[in-house]
């Protein structure tokens, strides 16, 4: 767009019965304005004493997003805020607010999560097949990012006196797991519980890539196995 051109436009020239038209359309209509998709998830930063934008006018903008079908809307308040943020943790707000959505969205899943993930259960498959060629010495064994325990079930129906602990950050997918299995809630961006120290045996089947720190966590995980263990990452 040649913005120097635009102010060499006639206006005589415009349209005026078709701008208004178009105005109307845009701004005097009873219907919701579609703005955004239904399932956006939409973060706000509001600050409560605003210099420049007047409370009404957020009032009425965050209204008018609601009307649009927006459900999953978060307002965040600011204190002390004028127009500029000033000594605020933004990134800290903004990254606890996606953190929440995405545990949230994996809670939603994990109901029927069964049904789309036909790619997962075959390298589950794979998995338990490596296993099988491995000598693993006694110790503990943990399926990180276990869902709702496609691997550590396979790896538990081939090897029927072995307990595999399931770790998960998402408490509706642990819950989804088999009656009676070793659970353990946790977040592995924070690298591994303690319960998960000196294992012989770790797996991880499509869960890495979700991480902040893959790498890190990989390290991690490689660091925290007993002398002879073996990783298994997919």
Same mark, same amino acid.
């Given at each position: ?106 809670? $939603? ?14 390298? @589950? ?12 010495? $006694? ?21 029927? +006196? +072995? ?8 408490? +509706?997918?642990?819950?989804? $797991? +088999?009656? $009676? ?25 499509? @869960? ?25 990452? @997919?």
């Amino acid at each position: 767009l040649n913005f120097k051109n635009l102010l060499n436009i006639n206006l005589k020239l415009i349209n005026r019965s078709l701008l208004l038209t178009d105005f109307d359309k845009l701004f005097i209509t009873d219907k919701p304005k579609k703005l955004f998709s239904d399932d956006i998830n939409l973060l706000i930063l509001k600050s409560q004493k605003d210099m420049i934008v007047k409370e009404e006018a957020s009032n009425d903008f965050i209204k008018m997003l609601r009307q649009s079908e927006i459900s999953k809307i978060k307002i965040i308040e600011l204190e002390n805020q004028g127009h500029v943020t000033n000594q605020i943790k933004l990134f800290e707000i903004v990254k606890n607010w996606l953190d929440e959505w995405h545990e949230t969205n994996f809670d $939603n899943a994990a109901n029927h999560y069964s049904y789309h993930s036909s790619i997962q259960k075959h390298f @589950c498959y794979e998995i338990v097949l490596l296993i099988e060629k491995l000598s693993i010495k $006694n110790g503990k064994w943990f399926d990180l990012g276990s869902g709702i325990g496609f691997l550590a079930d396979e790896i538990e129906k081939q090897f029927p +006196k +072995k307990n595999v602990c399931r770790i998960d950050f998402s408490k +509706k997918m642990l819950i989804n $797991n +088999k009656k $009676n299995s070793k659970t353990i809630l946790w977040d592995l961006n924070k690298g591994l519980p303690i319960e998960a120290s000196r294992s012989t045996l770790l797996v991880s089947n499509f @869960c890495l890539h979700w991480l902040i720190e893959p790498k890190l966590a990989l390290k991690d995980w490689f660091f925290k196995l007993d002398e002879g263990g073996f990783l298994i990452v @997919c």
